[in-house]
């Protein structure tokens, strides 16, 4: 019974959201108009509560909880006896067998579904995530002209997301990978009148190929290596990889550099993060579900759930974990000296995800940290999900209410006029800055333990305790450019843009609930399943990963990052409340450090020069070449004839002395020839 | 089927009134009837497939080439009953010569004449106000055009195949020179040179192919191209031979294809032709040369098609992919641009053609019949645009998608298609052509893979100059109408397939399955045979070996990783994985 509903009820997870979209792209402009946004939420809700369902009925004992007696939902458990990690009790997987998509010769994909605890994890985060977006975004979006077309493309997003994480082939994953693409494209240009947003929406897309273009090879590798797509056959034989590892290495390390690539686009990783900052373009609801708490994170789930295929290529984790670190430090630098409060907030969330590759890389150090390191990344993905939602909202509010001004420099001391979005955002900026106890503190101090865990490494051990310094400098920064985002907006004397009218309002219910709830979470939802091991234990059941070591808690760990926290926001406050720092002082001190910061690097302008020019270039190269070489050529050609009978014609003069002389030079060579011949 | 069309245009010119709206509407409904006709076609193909069900997939087909229906009747008969009567000719060749109306569908032929007569509808409807002089001839010229098409693509006979072939140039040599642009007389009669030229070198290669295999062989139909196939499978030419004919055979259908660098032609063409004239062109008349190729070289002439075709046809065509993609990227008129992404997207069809494995070669069909939907789709509504403003110059236009909105979603979606995104058409022909050369040889897929990323570029970079930011037209075009009814049931049903063959492309691939595996077996067969694969793998593993050996000596470093060639190493996995 409860399987054949679940069968169902894991297509309807993508399929109610689907139908919301087909609803709102047909009938929306006609029909639903202005009430378009609960046809998005109901759709989201049924597949939160189908989410719901899958995950605690992955939680409810280890195992199987699906009987093996139905063809399609089947409780498919592996057996794990290599690397010397032991089994590890795998959980049920639900699984569903759409339609044959594709059969060519030997290849064989089907759209299959299916979940296991990694997957319930990130359909929980998603469809809860985007739920309370889509809530907000009905009161943010109010009275836009395209009011169904976002919802349209929301639940298009929705259900391309979770479809992402339920694909049970790498070809289905690059499907919706890239169909997650296209709703970005679609959501950050939605406002399409506006030049910048078009641009941004093309650099998205366009960067976002360029990793795409890399996983699209890996996948290649994968098919001519192991001779199939599905997970099954890849991930889930660890022996076949383990044999191809020892024989054939370079395969291994070609297809997890591939993939990571990919990875990079998506994720936004240094030097493919351009794109990211540019994205705000779009309406804030859209920079908070997808360019926050979902879409980039496709990156890390991607990298964690090959983690089979990592662990036999250390090289390639010490390379995530390098470009991890080189992104959060780079990333929290720009951060540092933007003024647009949504910048900040997405360079932050470009050094958060920079933070989970450089957990998923430490796992370098050896198999058995495998899965801690996976579990701190996927941890911190969770608990980033939330406050950095709950951070982009809380903006998006203040955007509302001043009149779409986004520059910190232009308003201040909002506390008392939006008391409901100053606590909303206090509570993400806790967390993002890991106070004590709060979740973003409990993700990231997994994510350092896993680090100093790996200095201990051999070979590694030197990178790591590196990028461990990395790790803490950045989480300095991190608690100090969001104090200081925080205390420029809501603190100081009380300034409103002149756009903002008469009378700056705090956020209308439909956007305050959402807020609020999310900030519930972000406080708390670390507390819950971090140290209670509830988290951790609940994705160890993803088959695939080895087994783990014993949790505990990491004291120093803990005492350094709380140093480390309370550092960072007390030097924001010294420097923007107290003023016991000069910080333009500073800022002037630093010079040309500080321009570099402002203007990011300058790597939008090091891609333009090194990239796009060159490629206009040989573009305008390739015209000319069209037009003055192979054309001139063909002239040249077509001309030949012509020029073959301009030259016969003279001889075609009309005059009949000079055809009698012709004649009887033609006569004397024939005779000459004629003589020759005979005379032998 | 394939003569409706022209009887439609006999009786047009019979008949020919000064009413244009009569004529308009006798080829809208000749059209349709040819579109019902396929249709019907096909249905019966599908049920076929399905009655013989597992049988046939699992049935060995016994020719490379074999149609599923066919109509043969003989109109020239030279052969031996007639040599009886003492023609000499037929004395001279044993057997003589007898020229069959050999018509015939397979798969391949199924997919074409689809995509032809549909595209042929869409082309009249868009047609419907735009052409204004000699009405009547024009749809006379389209009709003979569709005639033509379905001939070439259902013709099992070489010397009717190549008469078909030929036969498409003279209407779109019309087409282009009376109703295209402003430099048609010049665009017309290169087009025609151009092509006129290749497909002479052609015939020259025909000719000696058949005089060739009936010295070996005597057939007593030498000209039907199952029975050549299958005589040619069982005892091959030489190899020089083959390359001979090969780069005979070639110079034709790479002029069609086009590949750079035969290409220029084609913007050209594109440019100057009237848009029912580009929507035909792009969507079918260029797959002439890819199904030439598929018809004629690679059945034939397998080991040239290894020896030679592989380097050179998968060489040109990563150029043309690089090269059509960035020629699209430097363009301001949109016509222009959808050409040069013509000759990226027909790179990727020849690409997957050569890797000659199944994945490849239906990837190239598949190819072959997405590029037919998009590229027709993006001709017709660039059509639309340049009815409404008069301009197709990128600077100057701008912000059409506030104008014009449903032709600009049309557009959005189409261009998502054309560039390959999953979930649509594009992607699944590029997917498999770039997955079956990966397989082959590597290099190619991983430099033509690259042009995926140009693909999204120009194409959005498109929207974004035309279609999005402020709006910029030009004067007096304030109140232009959107899409209109018969432009939108123009452009729906290719949308629609566009988006059916990216959700569920199985039935199309179904229908191609049987020729395909046909086409390939003859391939893995050769293989074998012509290159020893054992040597190859044995070689490939020495090669592997030894970078591990070299691993092991420098110690591993994460940068190794990306200097290993892949295709070396693969062979040895393979091992492993069996």
């Given at each position: 019974m409860f399987e054949n509903f679940m069968e169902t009820g894991l297509w309807l997870i993508p399929g109610a959201p689907l139908l919301a979209a087909a609803l709102l792209a047909l009938f929306g402009k006609a029909f639903f108009g202005e009430r378009s946004h609960q046809v998005c939420i109901a759709g989201i809700t049924v597949s939160l509560l189908l989410s719901l369902i899958v995950l605690f009925s992955g939680m409810k004992g280890g195992h199987a909880s699906v009987s093996h007696g139905d063809e399609n939902v089947e409780a498919v458990s592996q057996s794990h006896t290599t690397l010397g990690v032991g089994d590890n009790g795998l959980s049920a997987i639900y699984k569903s067998n759409g339609y044959e998509w594709l059969h060519v010769g030997d290849l064989r994909i089907g759209v299959d579904i299916r979940a296991d605890a990694m997957t319930a994890i990130m359909l929980t985060t998603v469809t809860l995530v985007s739920l309370l977006v889509a809530i907000f975004a009905g009161g943010y979006m109010h009275g836009d002209p395209g009011y169904p077309r976002f919802f349209a493309a929301f639940s298009l997003f929705v259900f391309s997301m979770c479809m992402l994480v339920l694909a049970n082939n790498f070809l289905l994953l690059f499907v919706f990978w890239e169909a997650v693409g296209l709703c970005s494209y679609l959501l950050i240009g939605f406002w399409f009148t506006r030049p910048s947003a078009a641009a941004a929406a093309k650099k998205a897309f366009v960067v976002n190929r360029i990793g795409d273009f890399g996983f699209l090879l890996g996948i290649f590798l994968i098919w001519t290596t192991f001779g199939t797509l599905d997970y099954e056959g890849v991930l889930g034989r660890p022996d076949l990889i383990a044999r191809i590892a020892a024989t054939s290495p370079e395969l291994i390390y070609g297809i997890t550099i591939l993939l990571f690539i990919g990875a990079m686009g998506k994720s936004a990783q240094f030097p493919l993060h351009v794109w990211l900052p540019d994205a705000m373009e779009g309406p804030t609801p859209v920079s908070a579900l997808i360019h926050a708490a979902t879409m980039v994170t496709a990156g890390v789930y991607m990298v964690a759930r090959c983690t089979p295929l990592y662990i036999h290529s250390p090289e390639v984790q010490v390379t995530i974990a390098t470009i991890g670190g080189i992104t959060a430090l780079v990333a929290a630098l720009i951060a540092l000296t933007q003024f647009d409060l949504k910048r900040v907030l997405a360079y932050s969330t470009v050094s958060q995800l920079g933070f989970m590759f450089l957990a998923l890389g430490s796992?370098?150090?050896g198999a058995e940290f495998a899965t801690f390191a996976v579990t701190a990344a996927m941890f911190h993905l969770f608990t980033h999900a939330f406050f950095k939602a709950v951070l982009f909202l809380s903006a998006g509010s203040v955007m509302h209410s001043m009149g779409d001004v986004i520059d910190m420099r232009r308003f201040g001391g909002l506390k008392r006029v939006m008391p409901t979005t100053h606590g909303c955002f206090l509570a993400g900026a806790l967390a993002l800055a890991g106070f004590p106890l709060l979740s973003g503190f409990w993700s990231k101090d997994d994510i350092i333990a896993a680090l100093s865990q790996a200095t201990h490494h051999e070979t590694y051990g030197t990178l790591f305790f590196v990028l461990w310094c990395i790790a803490l400098i950045t989480a300095l920064l991190t608690a100090f450019y969001t104090f200081r985002a925080y205390f420029l907006t809501f603190h100081g004397p009380e300034r409103f843009p002149p756009e903002a009218g008469h009378h700056p309002h705090e956020a209308p219910p439909a956007m305050a609930q959402p807020l609020r709830v999310l900030a519930f979470f972000s406080l708390t939802i670390g507390l819950i399943v971090g140290p209670t091991t509830l988290f951790a234990h609940y994705l160890e059941k993803t088959p695939g990963l080895p087994a783990a070591g014993e949790h505990h808690l990491h004291w120093d760990v803990m005492l350094i990052s709380t140093v480390v926290a309370l550092g960072g926001i007390g030097l924001a406050y010294a420097a923007y409340?107290?003023?016991?720092?000069?910080i333009t002082a500073w800022a002037n001190r630093m010079g040309s450090m500080y321009r570099w910061s402002q203007e990011r690097f300058y790597l939008d302008e090091i891609f333009f020069a090194l990239l796009v020019l060159p490629l206009r270039g040989l573009a305008q190269l390739c015209l000319l070449f069209d037009r003055y070489v192979i054309d001139r050529l063909l002239d040249f050609i077509g001309a030949v004839p012509r020029w073959f009978g301009r030259g016969l014609q003279p001889l075609q003069n009309g005059l009949v002395p000079s055809y009698l002389l012709v004649m009887f030079g033609g006569l004397i060579v024939m005779v000459l020839l004629m003589m020759q011949a005979w005379a032998g | 089927m394939i003569f409706l069309p022209a009887v439609g245009a006999v009786l047009l010119m019979i008949f020919r009134s000064s009413e244009t709206s009569v004529s308009r509407w006798t080829a809208l409904w000749v059209s349709l009837a040819t579109l019902g006709l396929s249709l019907t076609l096909a249905a019966h193909d599908a049920s076929n497939m399905n009655q013989q069900g597992g049988v046939s997939r699992a049935s060995t087909q016994q020719n490379p080439v074999q149609p599923r229906l066919g109509f043969r009747h003989t109109w020239l008969d030279f052969s031996e009953s007639h040599a009886n009567k003492n023609i000499p000719v037929a004395e001279r060749y044993g057997r003589g010569l007898k020229l069959e109306f050999y018509l015939g569908l397979d798969g391949i032929s199924i997919l074409m004449v689809l995509l032809t007569s549909l595209l042929t509808v869409s082309a009249i409807l868009i047609s419907w106000e735009s052409v204004r002089e000699r009405v009547t001839e024009y749809y006379v010229c389209l009709l003979i055009l569709e005639t033509g098409l379905l001939g070439a693509f259902c013709a099992f006979d070489l010397v009717l195949f190549y008469i078909f072939f030929e036969f498409t140039l003279i209407p779109l040599f019309f087409l282009v020179g009376i109703w295209g642009g402003a430099q048609r007389r010049y665009a017309a009669t290169r087009f025609f040179i151009y092509t006129l030229s290749g497909s002479l070198v052609t015939l020259l290669g025909l000719v000696m192919l058949i005089i060739q295999t009936n010295q070996q062989i005597p057939l007593?139909?030498?000209?039907?191209l199952p029975e050549l196939s299958r005589a040619l499978a069982e005892n091959p030419m030489h190899v020089s031979m083959q390359v001979t004919l090969f780069l005979a055979l070639s110079a034709g259908f790479m002029i069609k294809v086009p590949l750079v660098p035969f290409h220029t032609w084609l913007p050209l063409a594109h440019v100057e032709a009237p848009t029912a004239g580009s929507v035909l062109l792009a969507g079918v008349l260029l797959k002439l040369g890819t199904v030439g190729f598929l018809r004629l070289a690679l059945p034939l002439l397998p080991d040239a098609c290894i020896q030679v075709g592989v380097p050179l046809i998968a060489t040109l065509s990563t150029i043309g992919i690089i090269y059509g993609a960035l020629g699209a990227l430097a363009q301001n008129d949109i016509k222009r641009l959808v050409a040069y992404s013509s000759i990226s997207h027909l790179g990727f069809c020849m690409l997957g053609l050569f890797a000659l494995n199944a994945a490849g070669i239906s990837g190239s069909i598949l190819q072959m019949l997405n590029h037919g939907l998009s590229t027709g789709a993006l001709f017709l509504l660039v059509g639309m645009i340049y009815e409404r403003y008069h301009t197709r110059q990128l600077t100057e236009l701008g912000g059409l998608a506030q104008k014009i909105p449903l032709i600009s979603v049309a557009m959005i979606f189409i261009c998502f298609a054309s560039m390959g995104v999953p979930g649509l058409n594009g992607f699944v022909g590029e997917f498999l052509s770039l997955l079956g050369m990966f397989e082959a040889h590597p290099i190619y897929a991983v430099i033509g893979a690259s042009g995926v990323i140009l693909g999204a570029w120009y194409l959005l970079t498109l929207l974004q100059r035309g279609f999005f930011g402020p709006v910029k037209i030009p004067p007096h075009t304030e109140h232009v109408p959107d899409i209109q009814l018969r432009e939108a049931i123009a452009v729906l049903p290719l949308a629609v397939l566009c988006l059916w063959i990216g959700v569920y492309p199985s039935p199309v691939m179904k229908t191609i399955e049987p020729d395909v595996n046909g086409l390939v077996r003859q391939f893995e067969r050769d293989r074998t045979t012509l290159f020893e694969n054992q040597n190859r793998e044995a070689t490939a593993q020495a090669v592997s070996k030894e970078i591990q050996s070299q691993r092991h000596q420098h110690g591993a470093s994460a940068h190794a990783v990306t200097q290993i060639p892949v295709g070396a190493a693969r062979s040895s996995d393979r091992d492993i994985v069996r």
């Open positions: 796992a370098a150090a409340v107290g003023s016991r720092v000069q | 007593s139909n030498p000209f039907s």
